[in-house]
């Protein structure tokens, strides 16, 4: 007799598949990447990471060091996201500018597609006019701390400076493009802590969550 989780991935892959969007941001040692995959892997949903989005931008062959801003595959929606919260000339459209709005364009490419969980790169504010959920997955200190050194195998003296540098970043780069608070529930349509739920839990969140709303 099959357990309730594979009847409830069965349901999900053949009702949901290319339908659901899940963007997850989450805070360094909180888990976010490993619940974001569980759930891509409960639910049979494609799922990208960073890496795989910077991946599939390349193999787009764009390059940002050679974007400009008038270039025509930056027209349209993303362009236009970018312009409403920016005024600027061509001098001053950096390199880290033509980054976001190339892998915002795979971003959205894959958003067409549907069926997917997407970790980071602002992908909650780039497919903010589309039905995707937005998620934010925080922890305590000590307890993100906690999993570097134990799961993640950092030195647990060196554990605290790549955690804030990693988050800093993070933060930089959402507050900039999204023009948002990152980390802020008013940023999300939900905001979860993994020091109040386990992984597990919040995955079953999670999938009830899309249930309800869909």
């Given amino acids: 007799m099959e357990n309730k989780t594979s009847i409830f991935s069965k349901i999900f892959k053949n009702k949901t598949k290319n339908k659901y969007i899940i963007c997850i941001d989450r805070e360094y040692g909180s888990g976010g990447y490993e619940i ?15 890496n795989i989005i910077e991946l599939k931008t390349m193999e787009g062959q764009v ?6 801003k008038d270039d025509s595959f930056l027209q349209g929606t993303i362009y236009d996201l970018y312009r409403e919260n920016y005024s600027y000339s061509q001098e001053g459209f950096t ?19 549907g069926g997917c969980v997407i970790i980071g790169k602002c ?11 937005s998620v934010f997955i925080g922890a305590n200190y000590e307890d993100r701390l906690k999993r570097l050194v134990e799961v993640y195998k950092d030195k647990e003296d060196k554990a605290p400076i790549k955690m ?21 529930i008013n940023s999300y349509d939900l905001c979860l802590s993994s020091s109040k739920f ?10 009830k969550t899309l249930e309800i709303k869909k």
Avoid: M
């Avoid at 709005?101 to 597609?113: N, P, V, Y």
């Avoid at 992908?123 to 959920?133: I, K, N, P, Q, S």
């Avoid at 804030?164 to 802020?184: E, L, M, P, V, Y």
């Fill in 36 to 50: 974001g995959k569980k759930l891509a892997e409960d639910l049979g949903l494609d799922f990208y990471d960073e």
């Fill in 63 to 68: 390059d940002p060091h050679n974007v400009s």
């Fill in 95 to 113: 390199t880290t500018d033509a980054r976001f709005l190339a892998e915002s364009k795979t971003i959205r490419d894959i958003g067409k597609k």
């Fill in 123 to 133: 992908a909650g504010y780039v497919l903010r006019d589309t039905e995707a959920l």
């Fill in 164 to 184: 804030k540098k990693i988050d800093t970043r993070r933060q930089n780069h959402f507050n900039r493009f999204a023009k948002g608070d990152w980390g802020n």
């Fill in 198 to 207: 386990t992984l597990d839990q919040i995955v079953e969140i999670l999938k």
